[in-house]
């Protein structure tokens, strides 16, 4: 294509060959000529998740059988993926499980929040929350007889100045999923525990993107999916993390078998399993679960301090792209400018979102919209390059201003 700015041109190619994490691309397969923007929805495939999906379906599943459970670690694998991805979330072994999707995982823990937290009745969440954040957060506090209130991470701290006494668990997620905008966790996290409050973070848009340290942190409990940052495949199962000092006191509202301390005793009564290995429900689901194992290989090697400025890079290289390529088209940039304010993805409200997005994907450029007029374009420091971001804003400049786009906007139902 040609390069709307030479200097922009000059600048991506001097980042890209300074970035000291370019090689990890060649984990991906991403098909030649596409530049994929959208990570942040699903991500792509790494090379180590077809040879192993594989050997698991001929070797273990077709030749080993049932004999895998405990030749293949079958068994283990929602305990041993966890604590891989653990790792990446700043959780110390025994913490994370996973298993089940994050809306399954956040029922759990807010349940199990507002059950360490008796007499206390509201349970904070997040307007702007993801919706089965919100709608979750609705069934759990049924459940449990709270009330939920709506408050803006910004508002947080006013909202506790007056009812915190009251407030059994807050639920955010660091990251604003429609305008990258990242909140401060350790300033919440810290402002909800002086109120006497648990909270739970929702990690979907945090985990493999930027470090999250939750032990450090302090936080109480984690949610995240595995299927965005962690490019687990599509419906990968999901993770949940409950701090160890809550393990002797956590109950989980889903008394599944396979969360019973002796599983194979068959026993007539539920008795909880010590640690996270309580919030296992029924049969984990294997193929996903060893997909997201091998794709977490992806990060071997890999400082998230590292992913986190690479990240800030490719952002800020993509902001500057669009001052320059896209003043003056209707474009206006909705993800912060301020670095500490800003997650791993950049957005553009423009009222032609739709069309304009599916223009781009037409033309190989794969990023996404959230209705009504936001465009999305996530990043993701393992594969993304600074020259990638500069094909999708000379793209959409020269089709905004080409007007070679439909300005209708969706059909219902469709995914955008
Ligand atoms: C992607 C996402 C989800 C997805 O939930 P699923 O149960 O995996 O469909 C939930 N919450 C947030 C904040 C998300 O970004």
New binding site residues.
């Given amino acids: 294509m040609t390069t709307a700015s030479p200097a922009l041109a000059e600048l991506a190619a001097e980042l890209d060959t300074a970035d000291p994490l370019a090689p990890i691309r060649d984990r991906f397969l991403l098909p030649d000529g596409v530049v994929y923007l959208d990570g ?2 699903l991500g792509p495939l790494p090379a180590a998740v077809p040879p192993t999906i594989t050997d698991v379906l001929h070797r273990q599943w077709g030749t080993d059988l049932i004999r895998s459970w405990n030749d293949n670690d079958w068994w283990d694998a929602p305990l041993r993926v966890g604590d891989a991805l653990g790792r990446l979330i700043g959780a110390a072994p025994g913490q994370t499980l996973v298993g089940d ?6 029922f759990t823990a807010l349940s199990a929040a507002a059950r360490l937290r008796p007499g206390r009745e509201l349970l904070v969440t997040d307007p702007g ?5 919100r709608y979750l957060a609705e069934s759990a506090a049924r459940l449990h007889g709270l009330r939920v209130r709506h408050v803006r991470p910004r508002d947080l701290d006013a909202f506790l100045a007056a009812e915190g006494e009251q407030v059994a668990v807050v639920s955010y ?1 660091p ?1 604003d ?1 429609r305008t990258g905008e990242l909140h401060d966790v350790a300033t919440l996290t810290r402002a909800a525990h002086r109120a006497g409050a648990l909270v739970l973070w ?4 945090a985990a493999g993107a930027m470090p999250v340290p939750l032990d450090e942190l302090e936080a109480d409990f984690a ?3 595995g ?2 940052f962690l490019s687990g495949g599509p ?1 990968a199962p ?1 993770f949940l993390y409950a701090a160890r000092r809550h393990h002797d006191s956590w109950q989980t509202p889903l008394h599944g078998w396979t969360g019973h301390a002796d599983p194979f005793g068959l026993q007539r009564d539920y008795a909880p399993a010590p640690g996270i290995a309580r919030a296992r429900i029924g049969t984990p689901p294997i193929l996903g679960l060893l997909s997201l194992e091998a794709a977490l290989t992806a990060f071997d090697g890999v400082d998230m301090a590292q992913v986190r400025t690479k990240s800030l890079s490719l952002t800020d290289f993509f902001l500057r792209c669009t001052a320059e390529l896209l003043a003056d088209l209707g474009f206006e940039p909705v993800t912060p400018a301020d670095p500490a304010r800003r997650a791993s993805q950049v957005s553009l409200r423009h009222p032609h979102a739709y069309g304009l997005v599916r223009a781009l994907t037409e033309q190989q450029v794969i990023a996404d919209m959230r209705a009504p007029d936001i465009l999305r374009f996530g990043v993701n420091a393992l594969y993304t390059s600074h020259r990638d971001l500069l094909t999708a804003a000379t793209l959409l400049h020269r089709t905004t201003t080409t007007g070679a786009y439909d300005p209708t906007p969706p059909d219902a139902g469709k995914v955008t």
């Fill in positions: 942040n929805s999707s994050t809306s399954i995982q956040l929350h993801f919706p089965t954040d997620s990251v999923y929702d990690l979907c848009h949610v995240g999916c299927y965005k419906g999901a």
